[in-house]
């Protein structure tokens, strides 16, 4: 998906992953965030995570995106929340981000591993940012089963992109990290995000329907809504991993 169609997906969306707001209060009670905790999020989308959580428990940010939109709309969420000086957002690649080293306590990579060109290589770029004891927040996907390669095809991801939920665990621990605990979505809260983007992406269509873009764009809808209905459904997990360095 180029970033113009993930933009335009995602317009009315305000957590870019498949986690409810509950799932999310519930990431941060795990996390015991207290006042002060400093906060790295590497591809913060609209920043909800770090906006809600500086609102909730007090906690300072910093949130790091490519997307310009997503970055205005974090900025806003934040004057909205009124701790535009708890949090602030950089527009950078996440996966080359310079930072302070070993200075967070938390650094999170939710839904984008593919800053570090998969969940190792974000592991490596975290670690690098987050203070010995820390706490590393990663959301990524797993496989539920084993896709077949006509699953893997339609979904357009390779089957080695991700592993079982336990491989997924065995990479975290060949990481040298320890999964202490994990928020997972289910059939629900993935219908919720996935099936939200289809009503967004219809509507846009509608309404500018001489856009160049509309014809890829019509495509892609098309093509993402039979996947995830054929397969999307039956294969793929996705779990937020609370990691102590």
């Not at 764009?217 to 991993?241: I, T, V």
Request: glycine share 8%; charged share 25%.
């Amino acid at each position: 998906m180029s970033l113009r169609f993930h933009e335009i997906a995602e317009s009315q969306h305000r957590i870019l992953n498949p986690i409810t707001d509950e799932k999310l209060h519930l990431l941060g009670e795990i996390c015991r965030i207290t006042p002060g905790t400093r906060h790295l999020d590497l591809a913060c989308g609209k920043g909800e995570m770090l906006t809600r959580w500086a609102a909730r428990y007090g906690s300072y940010g910093v949130g790091v995106d490519i997307s310009k939109v997503f970055l205005t709309a974090a900025r806003e969420r934040a004057d909205e929340l009124d701790v535009t000086d708890q949090v602030r957002f950089i527009e950078a690649d996440a996966g080359t981000y310079e930072d302070e080293p070993h200075s967070y306590d938390i650094v999170s990579c939710m839904g984008a591993t593919w800053i570090g060109g998969g969940l190792a290589g974000t592991l490596t770029l975290i670690r690098r940012l987050l203070r010995p004891g820390g706490l590393a927040l990663v959301g990524d996907c797993y496989w539920i089963s084993p896709p077949s390669p006509i699953a893997c095809a339609s979904l357009q991801v390779p089957k080695d992109s991700f592993a079982s939920l336990s491989g997924t665990a065995k990479l975290i621990e060949d990481a040298d990290y320890e999964l202490v605990e994990m928020v997972l979505a289910n059939h629900d809260t993935w219908d919720r995000y996935v099936a939200a983007q289809w009503w967004t992406l219809s509507e846009w269509l509608r309404e500018n329907p001489a856009d160049p873009d509309a014809p890829a764009l019509r495509q892609f809808l098309d093509h993402a809504r039979a996947s995830y209905l054929e397969f999307g459904r039956r294969y793929m997990g996705w779990g937020a991993f609370v990691l102590r360095g």
